[in-house]
T-cell receptor
Framework: KNQVEQSPQSLIILEGKNCTLQ??????????LRWYKQDTGRGPVSLTI?????NTKSNGRYTATLDADTKQSSLHITASQLSDSASYIC??????????FGAGTRLFVKA | ETGVTQSPTHLIKTRGQQVTLRCSSQ?????VSWYQQALGQGPQFIFQ???????GRGNFPPRFSGLQFPNYSSELNVNALELDDSALYLCASSYRLAGGDTQYFGPGTRLTVL
């Protein structure tokens, strides 16, 4: 069964600190993996998209990694800001363009 | 903002009723996907339309149906509403590309079924 699992479920960090969110997937065949940021009550916004051949991709303070062999991805946030408080959702697209979402990690950044 | 709009923003219905949600895609996009997101959960894929044809469906019953119009806007119809249908309904538009297309999400429609 195609699944995307994220950890931790929630995370609290202090402003200015770094954090890393994890995503493990069992989707096959694999097309690409995306990380989205979703503010409360809003639609998700794309942060990164990686295909099979890409190991890392950055978008400002966000850096995503992908290990297609172990089927793992991570999202690293550097120098967190209060506005980073949101849900971060890992999404895997299979070869038939079907989209499988993880449940998300809820990040709280405190001053 | 993503350029994807949804209407209405909020909606309250009673069990057994029917509802139609609407989505206007970002200009130039030919693919639209619909998702159901329960509170505290990740979005669940309902179905996708590509050039007016259904192109993939998740584990949702037939009472969830959709349409995509020639201008690539879309509707999600839900018949015989159940209490569990209460959720945020998101649509996402994209332009189909080999290797993956970036989806742009609308703000969602919050449906409450009483």
């Amino acid at each position: 069964k195609n699944q995307v699992e994220q950890s931790p479920q929630s995370l609290i960090i202090l402003e200015g600190k770094n954090c890393t969110l994890q995503c493990n997937y069992t989707v096959s065949p694999f097309s690409n993996l995306r990380w989205y940021k979703q503010d409360t009550g809003r639609g998700p916004v794309s942060l990164t998209i990686m295909t099979f051949s890409e190991n890392t991709k950055s978008n400002g303070r966000y850096t995503a990694t992908l290990d297609a062999d172990t089927k793992q991805s991570s999202l690293h946030i550097t120098a967190s800001q209060l506005s980073d408080s949101a849900s971060y959702i890992c999404v895997v697209i299979d070869g038939g363009f079907k989209t499988i979402f993880g449940a998300g990690t809820r990040l709280f950044v405190k001053a | 903002e993503t350029g994807v709009t949804q209407s209405p923003t909020h909606l309250i219905k009673t069990r057994g009723q029917q509802v139609t949600l609407r989505c206007s895609s970002q200009s130039g996009h030919n693919t639209v996907s619909w998702y159901q997101q329960a509170l505290g959960q990740g979005p669940q894929f309902i179905f996708q339309y590509y050039r007016e044809e259904e192109n993939g469906r998740g584990n949702f019953p037939p009472r969830f149906s959709g349409l995509q119009f020639p201008n690539y806007s879309s509707e999600l119809n839900v018949n015989a509403l159940e209490l569990d249908d209460s959720a945020l309904y998101l649509c996402a538009s994209s332009y189909r590309l080999a290797g993956g297309d970036t989806q742009y999400f609308g703000p969602g429609t919050r449906l409450t079924v009483l």
